[in-house]
């Protein structure tokens, strides 16, 4: 499976990007996002899981980010509003089957794209 991130870039505080993932398979039961910002651990942003059409968001983006996938093109989109500087981080798309209980944890996506860097100017 693979994934390509593309989207990011420099953007001031209270701006707006949208990260698009282009994924080759189709049937996996989750494609998602996460982040890495420097001398942090990663953490999840977003995932949108196919059964149902669910969408599941860290607290601290609720409101501003929005996960899509148009599964016809098989891609996931994160629209993200209001950019705040504690936004700026790598961000990784990441597909996988995880237990739906733990959408959030990494270790439940398998396959993952390669980062795509958002910053966010004060």
């Known amino acids: 499976v693979q994934l390509q991130a593309s989207g990011g870039g420099l953007v001031q505080a209270g701006g707006s990007l949208r990260l698009t993932c282009a994924a080759s398979e189709r049937t996996l039961r989750a494609y998602g996002w996460f982040r890495q910002a420097p001398g942090k651990e990663r953490e999840f942003v977003a995932t949108?899981?196919?059964?149902?059409?669910?969408?599941y968001y860290k607290d601290s983006v609720k409101g501003r980010f929005t996960t899509s996938r148009d599964k016809a093109k098989n891609t996931l989109y994160l629209e993200m509003n209001n950019l705040k500087p504690e936004d700026t981080a790598v961000y990784y798309c990441a597909a996988g089957n995880p237990i739906i209980s733990s959408v959030s944890a990494s270790e439940g996506y398998g396959y993952w794209g390669q980062g795509t860097q958002v910053t966010v100017s004060s």
């Open positions: 949108f899981v196919n059964d149902g059409n669910r969408k």
